[in-house]
C-alpha cells in the first residue's frame, strides 16, 4: 500500500518540476511597454534596446559580441556581463544603470528608434 502511494506521489509531482531553461522567457518581448515605444523615451533607452537586441540576435553563447557592441555606443560608460543569467549589466555616462535581457523581437538593433550610429572607439 505505501509503495502505491509513494509511486502515485511521484507520478504527480514529476510534472511539476520546472524547465530551467530560462533563456526562451526572459527573451520574450511580451512586456508592459513596447520596446519601440520604450526606445522613444531617450538616448539612453534605445541604445539600451538596441544593447537587448543585439544580445538576442547573438543568442545565448554570444555575450561578449553583445558586450563588444554595447561599448560602441557614444554614451555607454561601462558593461558587465553576466553569460549564466543571460543578461548585461549597462552603466551609461549619465550615472544610470540598467540590467538588459535580450529582446526578442526580430528586428535588427540598427533598426532601434532614436538610435544614431554607434561612435568608433
Known amino acids: 500500500m505505501t509503495r502505491r502511494v509513494s509511486v502515485l506521489l511521484l507520478l504527480l509531482a514529476a510534472p511539476s518540476c520546472r524547465n530551467y531553461d ?3 522567457r526572459i527573451s520574450s518581448d511580451e512586456g508592459s511597454v513596447p520596446s519601440d515605444q520604450y526606445a522613444r523615451y531617450g538616448k539612453e533607452q534605445a541604445e539600451a534596446v538596441a544593447i537587448a537586441r543585439r544580445l538576442a540576435e547573438v543568442g545565448p553563447t554570444g555575450t561578449d559580441s553583445a558586450v563588444t557592441y554595447a561599448r560602441t555606443l557614444p554614451d555607454v560608460a561601462d558593461v558587465d556581463a553576466d553569460p ?9 555616462k549619465s550615472g544610470w544603470r540598467v540590467g538588459i535581457v535580450p529582446l526578442a523581437d526580430g528586428k535588427k538593433p540598427a533598426e532601434t528608434p532614436g538610435l544614431g550610429a554607434p561612435a568608433a572607439r
Open 22 to 24: 530560462l533563456y526562451s
Open 84 to 92: 549564466p543569467g543571460h543578461r548585461l549589466t549597462v552603466g551609461f
